[in-house]
């Protein structure tokens, strides 16, 4: 039986999408619910699986077609996968060797590559022993050590975008030409579109950091003992910034118009750099969560974004936005805005330097943060003292709990 593949059902926000990597050729055995094709959108990846056992019959849209919304992509002949295979032409011993290694879904395979794992080191609980992204994630989770990470590749560009780097001979000029993903030329339009529709500015300060260290350091092992997941710095940060939010509303409104809206939450939003672009999953209501609940859900973000799985819904909306450069070794930066929020909070590397404290030289962990926002709506005393307050925050972790 025929059956018809065609592009996902796309949000009202999204007009069309991109084929960015066909995963079988036509003719190719294919499992029920094994990605076929990937379509890359503004936003997001979306992967479109198989309906049923069988072979992709033929592709109607190469990679780097456009798409709409529910477009006829491809063709797929329903029936038993393993029907009329073609005879294999390697050598009885290699064809042995490969019925050994276990079947790896894609999204399971860039997991694996990412950490330096191998599939064989991996229970598989997939159908017909096939290793999927839950059993990786499981493996990780149980605290195998990995082994030497290795770069992840992108499997949502373009196969010349895919290509490893040229190696030039000496005094070789070698140039290569990559097409933009969607998902960057959209960051690169939105980034553009902040500068120049904004009066941005940038305030600074610097925080010690030893006092959410030694909490971190002495509840450490309870902490991810009871939870489940280790105690980072973003979940105070998190915490910090929603209840100087709470103090500062402006801060945590946006503009439309000529009108000010000012939310009575604090979606936070978490900037992830991906090989693909900049993306900023959202912790909804975060003043309702958890130090645990926070440090989980950036975890899981993380992943996702790492493997394309981050959905439209879990990136739209979002009232303030943390940025961390310390992750990649920044001392200092000016982040810009993402518009229709009017701040954004930057994070950087912990770094020792002699502070003076009492009238005495001591050597203290210190963080500088940086604040951009809409001078069209937020006064620099307020952003000023919206910093000061998360300073305080952080220095001193049982304000929050007091509320003070």
């Not at 895919?162 to 690169?188: D, F, N, Y």
């Not at 509303?249 to 000529?258: E, R």
């Not at 899981?300 to 990136?315: F, P």
């Amino acid at each position: 039986m025929m059956l018809e593949i065609k592009a996902p059902s796309f949000p009202e926000s999204i007009s069309d999408g991109t084929v960015a990597t066909w995963h079988k050729k036509v003719g190719e055995a294919v499992l029920r619910d094994e990605v076929l094709v990937d379509i890359e959108t503004d936003k997001v990846v979306m992967e479109v699986v198989a309906p049923a056992d069988g072979r992709l019959s033929e592709i109607l849209k190469p990679e780097g077609e456009t798409v709409l919304s529910t477009e006829l992509i491809g063709l797929f002949e329903a029936g038993s996968a393993l029907t009329g295979t073609q005879p294999s032409a390697e050598p009885p011993a290699a064809a042995a060797a490969q019925s050994q290694q276990p079947l790896v879904n894609p999204a399971a395979r860039r997991l694996v590559q990412a950490h330096g794992l191998t599939p064989e080191q991996i229970a598989a609980t997939g159908k017909g022993g096939r290793l999927t992204k839950g059993d990786v994630l499981q493996h990780l989770e149980q605290g195998q050590p990995p082994a030497q990470p290795v770069p992840a590749v992108s499997t949502a560009t373009s196969p010349r975008a895919a290509e490893p780097a040229v190696v030039a001979e000496s005094g070789a000029r070698i140039e290569k030409r990559v097409p933009m993903t969607r998902l960057r030329a959209s960051v690169a339009r939105r980034l553009v579109e902040a500068q120049q529709t904004a009066a941005m500015l940038t305030t600074f300060n610097e925080v010690n950091m030893q006092p959410v260290m030694e909490l971190r350091t002495k509840y450490r092992d309870q902490f991810e003992k009871r939870h489940g997941v280790r105690l980072g710095f973003m979940s105070f940060f998190v915490r910090a910034s929603v209840e100087a939010l709470k103090r500062f509303p402006a801060v945590n409104a946006s503009i439309d118009g000529n009108d000010i809206v000012y939310h009575g939450y604090q979606d936070i939003g978490v900037a992830v750099s991906t090989d693909r672009g900049l993306v900023v999953p959202i912790l909804r209501d975060a003043a309702q969560m958890s130090l645990a609940r926070i440090e989980a859900q950036v975890r899981d973000y993380g992943l996702k974004a790492r493997d394309g799985k981050l959905t439209i819904e879990e990136m739209q909306g979002g009232t303030f936005t943390l940025s961390n450069g310390g992750v990649f070794g920044s001392l200092l930066s000016t982040p810009i805005l993402n518009p229709p929020q009017t701040a954004i909070l930057g994070m950087h590397k912990v770094q020792e330097r002699p502070m003076a404290v009492d009238g005495k030289i001591e050597i203290l962990p210190m963080m500088y943060l940086a604040l951009s926002y809409d001078h069209r709506l937020i006064d620099g005393r307020e952003a000023v003292q919206f910093l000061v307050a998360i300073k305080d925050f952080l220095e001193d972790p049982a304000r929050i709990l007091l509320d003070l």
